[in-house]
Nanobody, 121 residues
Framework: QVQLVESGGGSVQAGGSLRLSCAAS????????AGWYRQAPGKQRELVAR???????NYAESVKGRFTIWRVNAQNTVYLQMNNLAPEDTGVYYC???????????????WGQGTQVTVSS
């Protein structure tokens, strides 16, 4: 019923940019908070950006000033603009959505399949 489909990943050189998209079906971002997680090889999955149902965004310290999250409700899509990418940004990026009253990343949330981002020096 619920599906999140990420796109936009790829390979770039340090200093480059990518824009990730997360298109949702079965839910609306009017009623769900959304976030982007990433997982580097051998490391725990971490939350890098989130946006509330009110449109308030927050970022991990490591990406502040470089990444921007927003949503377009008419498209039912959440975006992540990634600028000035560095090798440490490499990983699989996952979209996540949680209904009002539930936490991102919890058992009550929904995950996309992930999209690979590789940044070379």
């Amino acid at each position: 019923q619920v599906q999140l489909v990420e796109s936009g990943g790829g390979s770039v050189q340090a200093g480059g940019s990518l824009r990730l998209s997360c298109a949702a079906s079965g839910i609306t971002f009017n009623e769900n908070r959304a976030g982007w997680y990433r997982q580097a090889p051998g490391k725990q999955r971490e939350l890098v950006a989130r946006i509330s149902v009110f449109g308030i965004s927050n970022y991990a310290e490591s990406v502040k000033g470089r990444f921007t999250i927003w949503r377009v409700n008419a498209q039912n899509t959440v975006y992540l603009q990634m600028n000035n990418l560095a090798p440490e940004d490499t990983g699989v990026y996952y979209c996540n959505a949680a209904p009002v009253g539930r936490e991102l990343g919890s058992q009550y949330s929904h995950w996309g399949q992930g999209t690979q981002v590789t940044v070379s020096s």
